[in-house]
């Protein structure tokens, strides 16, 4: 199995920061990585797909980048609504395999 | 837009076999380029991608549970369904089914979700 391995484990951040999510992939998934946002008691939600690709509706302060085995997820500017835990997957190859999830929280 | 709704027994004794359905609607189950998948969560912890199924019926599994998994689908009633076999306190669970978009076996992200049901496995 692919193990996607994700930095940090949990992250405390003000209203208006710049925060940056770290994937690592343990082989390279070419560009086949998604992120997902999930709050508590909810599904998670696909926020960006193949990289950098914007899943509709999701606010362009979410920014996506990386090949091979490097990613990373980027916040511009945080909203309260943002703060959730972020998950990376990726989709090269079965089984699809999530990273262990980034908590971000309120500083 | 298309939705997503699990359901099945929230309570299933060990040993037993846990099913579950996922009813599609605001479109078809028989799309094109769809994968229909089935995501489990334990408790406080992280997603477990367990299989997904075409509308043709074929069928990807992740290994560490294909000896006990069976995904169905069944394109006249536009759903499809999990059963996992002798369950054990371990595969306690909150089970989402998903719609991935992809061409086997790259995928493009699981952009439409159930809303989740748990599941207790406890005598």
């Known amino acids: 199995d692919i193990q996607m391995t994700q930095s940090p484990s949990s992250l405390s951040a003000p209203v208006g920061d710049r925060v940056t999510i770290t994937c690592r992939a343990s082989q390279s998934i070419t560009s086949y990585l998604n992120w997902y946002q999930q709050k508590p008691g909810k599904a998670p939600k696909l926020l960006i797909y193949a990289t950098s690709s914007f899943q509709s509706g999701v606010p362009s302060r979410f920014n996506g980048s990386g090949s091979g085995t490097d990613f990373t997820l980027t916040i511009s500017s945080l909203q309260p609504e943002d703060f959730a835990t972020y998950y990376c997957q990726q989709s090269y190859r079965i089984p699809y395999t999530f990273g262990q999830g980034t908590r971000l929280e309120i500083k | 837009q298309v939705q997503l709704q699990e359901s099945g027994p929230g309570l299933v004794k060990p040993s037993q076999t846990l099913s579950l359905t996922c009813t599609v609607s605001?479109?078809?189950?028989?799309?094109?380029?769809?994968?229909w998948s089935w995501i489990r969560q334990h408790p406080g912890k992280g997603l477990e991608w367990i299989g997904y199924?075409?509308?043709?019926?074929?069928?990807y599994y992740n290994p560490s549970l294909k000896s006990r998994v069976t995904i169905s689908v069944d394109t006249f009633k536009n759903q499809f369904s999990l059963k996992l076999r002798s369950v054990t306190a371990a595969d306690t669970a909150v089970y989402y089914c998903?719609?991935?978009?992809?061409?086997?076996?790259?995928?493009?992200?699981?952009?439409?979700w159930g809303q989740g049901t748990t599941v207790t496995v406890s005598s």
């Open positions: 605001g479109g078809s189950i028989s799309s094109g380029g769809y994968y």
């Open positions: 199924i075409y509308y043709s019926g074929s069928t």
């Open positions: 998903a719609r991935e978009y992809g061409d086997y076996p790259k995928g493009y992200g699981m952009d439409v």
